[in-house]
């Protein structure tokens, strides 16, 4: 949230973290503890997979 400059966590959690999730682009690195204080998370391989093809579109 700090490097996309958001302020409301709320809002960056239904706008990008729940539909990410869903989509599968990342995944929780403690899906067993979702509320953890220490959780991650990480791109899955369809993630860079988006990622890639946007980075195609841009040139």
């Known amino acids: 949230m700090q490097k996309l400059e958001l302020k409301h966590r709320q809002n960056f959690r239904n ?3 729940n539909p ?14 979702p509320n953890s204080p220490t959780q991650q ?11 890639k093809q946007q980075a195609k579109r841009k040139r």
């Open 15 to 17: 706008s990008y973290l």
């Open 20 to 33: 990410a999730l869903v989509s599968e682009w990342i995944e929780r690195t403690q899906p067993q503890t």
């Open 41 to 51: 998370y990480r791109l899955t391989t369809q993630g860079k997979l988006v990622i």
